[in-house]
């Protein structure tokens, strides 16, 4: 299917579908800084995976508390990782212009660089805080679904990570999708990214960030459902491996932007061995589990836990160890008093039907 050129970079097609949308990736402007609605989305992405999370931590078998500490490290990690891994995989296109490399406001975030920093600094954060990690990494592992799958459509304003021409219902082009074909046109027309077939400006090309989108909330749906009936910890985040892998390998298949490990494309490959992990762990665990039950117990039933929670629970009402025992003795007391009383009037009462 030809699609006519589109000259306003703001516009966004769906042909097939009829829609048409005017997007400026830019969401308002303070004084001469620009607030880009990239930034924007991934920080909603953030915000709802937050409200998903924290009031969960308790099934889990964590404090609230603890582990949000960790999660702050882990959101300043994981931006961290998601630009230093971008950057390693351009650095040709980054060597000449170091100032560059700081410009997240137009994208250039690679998701995997994201989990990679965000995992590394939690977990050195829940040493720290003395948080329970595989129970910490099932939990975020679901909000790491949601904050992708909200994420992606940073790239639906922005239009990239689009895929090869397809004549799909659900194609898509824009002004600046066809501008960055044409800018990379090789000859008459056509153009070869990353050994992809020739692209051709002017027919639709694969939404690949909605198909990342879908399949990431399709996986909140399902881990978050299986989290309540869960056999072990470490379990949940075992299958968002798998899933996501899963999905990404193919999605990966389709697009022409990707980050190259030479021929090869390194988010691909990356998926690919992380499902062959997963599965061959979760093989592991199951056949472990059926010998000895008992050593996978879930940390949530455990007397630590409970513990932790309690004195979580204690601090954030204000009150210590101490406080807590005093109030525990003043109320032996008092019941004491009581106890006392009420034997002086039962004695008082025998003595006075003695009399009569």
């Not at 300043?76 to 040709?92: E, F, K, S």
């Not at 046109?185 to 989108?213: K, R």
Request: aromatic letters at 10%; glycine letters at 10%; one cysteine or more.
């Amino acid at each position: 299917m030809n699609v006519e050129r589109i000259n306003d970079l703001t516009e966004i097609q769906f042909p097939k579908l009829g829609w048409t949308f005017h997007i400026d990736p830019t969401a308002f402007t303070i004084g001469s800084f620009n607030i880009q609605w990239y930034g924007i989305i991934i920080v909603l992405g953030l915000i709802l995976a937050l409200i998903y999370v924290l009031p969960r931590m308790k099934r889990f078998g964590l404090d609230a508390d603890r582990a949000i500490d960790a999660i702050i490290g882990g959101v300043i990690g994981g931006i961290i990782g998601a630009r230093t891994y971008y950057v390693l995989l351009r650095w040709d296109e980054y060597k000449g212009d170091i100032k560059a490399i700081f410009n997240t406001r137009n994208g250039g975030l690679a998701i995997y660089g994201g989990l990679i920093g965000a995992i590394l600094v939690g977990l050195i954060i829940c040493k720290i805080r003395k948080v329970k990690v595989l129970p910490m990494l099932d939990i975020v592992s679901i909000g790491f679904l949601i904050g992708q799958g909200i994420g992606r459509w940073g790239n639906f304003v922005n239009q990239e990570c689009f895929g090869s021409n397809t004549s799909s219902f659900l194609g898509i082009t824009g002004g600046r999708i066809q501008q960055t074909i044409i800018d990379q046109t090789a000859i008459g027309g056509e153009m070869n990214i990353n050994g992809n077939a020739a692209m051709m400006w002017d027919q639709t090309v694969h939404p690949c960030f909605l198909y990342e989108s879908i399949w990431c909330l399709l996986g909140f749906l399902v881990l978050s459902t299986w989290s309540k009936r869960r056999k072990y910890d470490g379990q949940i985040f075992l299958m968002y491996m798998a899933w996501y892998g899963a999905g990404r390998f193919v999605i990966e298949g389709l697009r022409t932007d990707s980050l190259m490990a030479g021929s090869l494309k390194f988010s691909q490959m990356l998926s690919a061995i992380l499902v062959v992990v997963s599965i061959i762990l979760q093989l592991v665990f199951f056949f472990r589990r059926k010998r000895d039950p008992e050593r996978f117990v879930l940390y949530s039933s455990t007397e630590e836990s409970r513990q932790l929670i309690e004195e979580g629970l204690r601090k954030r009402m204000g009150m210590t160890a101490e406080d807590e025992k005093a109030d525990d003795d003043k109320a032996e007391s008092i019941l004491g008093d009581d106890n006392d009383d009420q034997d002086e009037t039962t004695e008082d009462d025998s003595e006075n039907a003695d009399n009569e």
